[in-house]
């Protein structure tokens, strides 16, 4: 089992940046791809980013693609999104996930792909 712990949300004004980290427990999260997806009032859940188990594939979402960038580090159990030149629009609470499809590659942006959530971190973007 994997538990997530989202970090890093916060208040920033448009044009800023912003880090987000989950840690992850467990033994097994080298063998999990993880993404991020986020959820704005009133709207349903979106894909933002995803990385493959070994860092070698990422994916984005067009709407961020340029702007962020997803990383994470196998020893220390963590993934990263850095957020650059944020939108007002990127206003949402942010969640990690982690997935053990077979077929990441193709699946990523699906939500019922990943096995685990965390709680997620809120990120509030003010023109």
């Known amino acids: 089992q994997v538990q997530l712990a989202e970090s890093g949300g916060g208040s920033v004004q448009a044009g800023g940046s912003l880090r987000l980290s989950c840690a992850a427990s467990?033994?097994?999260?080298?063998?999990?791809?993880m993404g991020w997806f986020r959820q704005a009032p009133g709207k349903e859940r979106e894909f933002v980013a995803g990385v493959s188990w070994n860092a070698a594939n990422t994916y984005y979402a067009d709407s961020v693609k340029g702007r962020f960038t997803i990383s994470r580090d196998n020893a220390k159990k963590t993934v990263y999104l850095q957020m650059n030149s944020l939108k007002t629009e990127d206003t949402a609470l942010y969640y990690c996930?982690?997935?053990?499809?077979?077929?990441?590659?193709?699946?990523?942006?699906?939500?019922?792909?990943?096995?685990?959530w965390g709680q997620g971190t809120q990120v509030t973007v003010s023109s």
């Open positions: 996930a982690a997935s053990r499809d077979a077929n990441y590659a193709n699946r990523h942006y699906y939500s019922g792909v990943y096995d685990y």
């Open positions: 467990g033994r097994t999260f080298s063998m999990y791809a």
